[in-house]
């Protein structure tokens, strides 16, 4: 299983790119082979898809794409090549929020996405996705970790504490983070 390629861009196809790595090229689908330069040496995040005929790579430019596509093609009668042109079309910070919000219209929009596909993606994710730490640094994870399990320490429960985990300023101390916190939580 491959995690990453590091490689230069050789040839870009319509829906793929070719990535050389010491002379080998490899064939990986992504969701916009255009956003990537020929000549280019790039970091792609792969995800390898075997089945009884065909062996294919698909890449990503950032590990919270790959996490959103892998959470994509676990929703049941979505594959591969249904969630690649959901990322092409959405950003990952829409689409995470239209599953959440239950907004079967927006899902609608994507590419072979019907009316039964759009409520099996909200049925199989919803309150799945808050892993993806979109625009999010390690040390703000940890600090949202280390507040999350002090809060639950308290009593709350993780659904009370999800809407006021987002509002938390994580540049202040612990303690003044918990203090915010609290005062969300009694409103």
Known sequence: MYDYIIGKIVMIKNNAIVLDNNGIGYLVFVANPYSF?????YKVYIYQ?????????YGFKTIEEKDL??????????????ALPIL???????IMDAIERENVLYLKKFPKIGDKLAK????DLKGKLEFIGVGISDDEVETENELREVLLGL????????????RVD????????????????LK
């Open 88 to 94: 092409a079309v959405g950003s990952i910070e829409g």
């Open 69 to 82: 596509f892998l959470k994509l093609i676990s929703v049941k009668g979505l594959g591969c090549k249904m």
């Open 120 to 123: 099996q993606m909200i049925l």
């Open 37 to 41: 330069e020929i000549g280019n040496e």
């Open 170 to 185: 994580t540049s202040l101390s612990i303690e003044e983070q918990v203090k915010d916190a609290l005062k969300l939580l």
């Open 155 to 166: 009593g709350y429960k993780e659904k009370e504490l999800k809407p006021v985990l987002a």
């Open 49 to 57: 898809h075997i089945t009884e005929d065909e062996h294919l790579l």
